[in-house]
Each structure stands twice: as structure tokens, then as C-alpha cells.
């Protein structure tokens, strides 16, 4: 079992729309969880952190964390163009070990 | 502020040979990371300096492999000698504390030959 699995892509969606991303993690001790956005060629930009249960909104973006589950998400609203990128789930037990999954593709269509 | 650079952007070798991967963090980053992701999978931790000393190495895959930070500043990644096996993107990433938010640099790509 992989220790963190994001729904596979590509994801595409139109302008405007709300684009939804999944992740689901194994080791129930992760403390923390971090989206990442990467520009292909380009380094993993950190877009949003999340700690406790709950939504946090940033901007256009929220993440939704459920440790019962397991799960955490991430909500991109008024998909823009610019929006078109890979997005990396990662998630920390220990602080500063992150563990990655694969990364969904997102695809906003003019 | 400039952020975190690796050098070199790209890197092609033939298996055997020895490559060394420098990475520079932000300034007065005391925390630097290690990261790999080969074809097709996930980003992996490989190591983990506190300043000058590894804190937690659990990630290098086999002793082909050496990181230094020396002086606490810049770090290097040498394997030696280079598989086919190591190809792939090697990220470099700095906070400034360990729960700190990590920047990652460009990443050099690898590939062996």
C-alpha cells in the first residue's frame, strides 16, 4: 500500500469551474498535510497547509482534512488557465519527513 | 531573497561514472532536504541536515550514495558509481525551522546512461 494515493488524472475542467482533488494517506500518526503545485519543469510550489480536522480557505483554494478518514482535499474554485498544473499531496509525521504521492494532473480549459 | 538553486539543471552520464549534485539553500535556511523522484513515481525522501549533521538519512537508497553539508551551508549529493537505476529528478528542498514551510529548488534531472 502506498503511503499516500491521490486520484488518479488527468483531471480537466472548464474555466470557472471548481476543480476537486483527492488524497488518502496510510499512517494514521501524520500530523501534517501540504499541497503542492507544480509548473511542469518547475519546482513544487507549497499552496496550502492544513493541521487540524476541517476546511481551510485560502483565497480560491480550500483544503478539507479528515483524519477518522484519512483523506484530505483540496478545492480549486474559478479554475483559471494558470491553474493548469501537477498537484502533490504531501503529508509529515514527524515534521519535516514529507511523503508525496504521485500527483494529479489538472487541466483548465479555456 | 533568492530562493533555493541546484546546479546542474541537467545531468547525462554513463552508468559507472561518478556525478555530484550541488544544491544551495535560502540563506539562513539551517534545515535541507533531499528528494528524488524516478520515472513514473513518487517524490522520495532521501535525507535530512540540520546545519551541518544529518539528521535522518532513512531514505539514501544504498551506500552509492553521499550527501554533505559542510560548514552548513551549501550541500552536495555525489553517487558514485552511477547506475541505470538512478535517473531521475533530484530536488533539493530548505526551511527554516523543521516544521517550517519547505521551498524546493528546480531539481537536476539525471540521467545515466
Known amino acids: 500500500q502506498k503511503e499516500v494515493e491521490q486520484n488518479s488524472g488527468p483531471l480537466s475542467v472548464p474555466e470557472g469551474a471548481i476543480a476537486s482533488l483527492n488524497c488518502t494517506y496510510s499512517d494514521r500518526g501524520s500530523q501534517s498535510f501540504f499541497w503542492y503545485r507544480q509548473y511542469s519543469g518547475k519546482s513544487p510550489e507549497l499552496i496550502m497547509f492544513?493541521?487540524?480536522?476541517g476546511d481551510k480557505e485560502d483565497g480560491r483554494f480550500t483544503a478539507q482534512l479528515n483524519k477518522a478518514s484519512q483523506y484530505v482535499s483540496l478545492l480549486i474554485r474559478d479554475s483559471q488557465p494558470s491553474d493548469s498544473a501537477t498537484y502533490l499531496c504531501a503529508v509529515s509525521s514527524n515534521d519535516y519527513k514529507l511523503s508525496f504521492g504521485a500527483g494529479t494532473t489538472v487541466t483548465v480549459r479555456a | 531573497e533568492a530562493g533555493v538553486t541546484q546546479f546542474p539543471s541537467h545531468s547525462v552520464i554513463e552508468k559507472g561514472q561518478t556525478v555530484t549534485l550541488r544544491c544551495d539553500p535560502i540563506?539562513?535556511?539551517?534545515?535541507l532536504y533531499w528528494y528524488r523522484r524516478v520515472m513514473g513515481k513518487e517524490i522520495k525522501f532521501l535525507l535530512h541536515f540540520v546545519k551541518e549533521s544529518k539528521q535522518d538519512e532513512s531514505g539514501m537508497p544504498n551506500n552509492r550514495f553521499l550527501a554533505e553539508r559542510t560548514g552548513g551551508t551549501y550541500s552536495t549529493l555525489k553517487v558514485q558509481p552511477a547506475e541505470l537505476e538512478d535517473s531521475g529528478v533530484y530536488f533539493c528542498?530548505?526551511?527554516?525551522?523543521?516544521?517550517?514551510?519547505?521551498?524546493f529548488g528546480p531539481g537536476t534531472r539525471l540521467l545515466v546512461l
Open positions: 492544513i493541521y487540524s480536522n
Open positions: 528542498a530548505s526551511s527554516q525551522a523543521a516544521r517550517g514551510t519547505q521551498y
Open positions: 540563506s539562513g535556511h539551517d534545515n
